[in-house]
């Protein structure tokens, strides 16, 4: 489904403060798995992510989604790639202090042109999956750790992509939430997402719902 052909990413190019983050990279994903990149910080994992997601380009090699190409894509379709092909769990979640989780869930379904009233009701049956559904009105800066996550997740799904990609997903949660975060994955996996996610957490990596798990470092895949 996802296919990489020689990507290599390199910042401040021809400058005294150059460096190359990813070096040639090849890699196949297929759909409907959850793939793990580990490696220490700095190997290039979260670089590699916000390309396959097209949030950055690379700066040489090529990408596939289902047979096409599109790190040559202008920027309006590779936004529109972005937004419908793929969900975002950033490490820090990124949700907007001040609003509430609903409005926060609901928030990148805004430019797809949907009327407010079938977003909410998307939005709503994805906290009640989420078991946030007492907590839509609720400020998230009010909300504990594990229910940041499953926010930032259920913003993640709202547009229903079919690739999920996490940073570090579990990297605020204790053992227990990060069991019940991996629960939740395998429910999305079954009903057909995809999942890359970057991650140092053994419970993560080590979790019987991975199907591949990809070591990183110095910018290759070891």
């Given at each position: ?26 890699l196949s ?17 979260t ?16 990408i596939?989604?289902d ?25 820090n979640?990124h ?13 990148p ?6 009327t ?48 999920i990609?996490?940073?570090e ?37 080590q979790s019987?719902v991975?199907d591949?798990?990809i ?7 070891v």
């Open positions: 489904m996802i296919e990489l052909k020689q990507i290599s990413k390199t910042y401040n190019d021809g400058k005294p403060t150059e460096y190359t983050a990813l070096k040639e990279v090849n994903l297929e759909a409907r798995t959850a793939a793990v990149f580990v490696g220490p910080s700095g190997s290039g994992k670089t590699l992510l916000s390309i396959i997601g097209c949030m950055s380009r690379p700066t040489s090699g090529r596939w989604l047979g096409k190409e599109v790190t040559s894509l202008p920027e309006r379709f590779a936004a529109e790639t972005r937004r419908s092909t793929f969900g975002f769990v950033f490490q979640y949700l907007i202090k001040g609003l509430s989780v609903l409005e926060n869930t609901m928030i379904a805004h430019p797809t042109g949907k407010h009233r079938s977003v909410k009701d998307r939005a709503m049956a994805l906290l009640s999956k989420m078991n946030l559904e007492t907590r839509a009105g609720q400020k998230v800066e009010h909300l504990s750790g594990g229910e940041q996550q499953r926010t930032a997740f259920a913003r993640a799904l709202i547009n229903d992509p079919y690739v990609i996490a940073d997903p579990t990297a605020h949660l204790d053992s227990e939430l990060s069991k019940t975060l991996l629960e939740i994955i395998s429910g999305l996996k079954e009903e057909g997402k995809t999942f890359l996610i970057a991650s140092h957490d053994p419970l993560v990596y019987s991975v591949t798990v070591t990183m470092r110095d910018g290759k895949i």
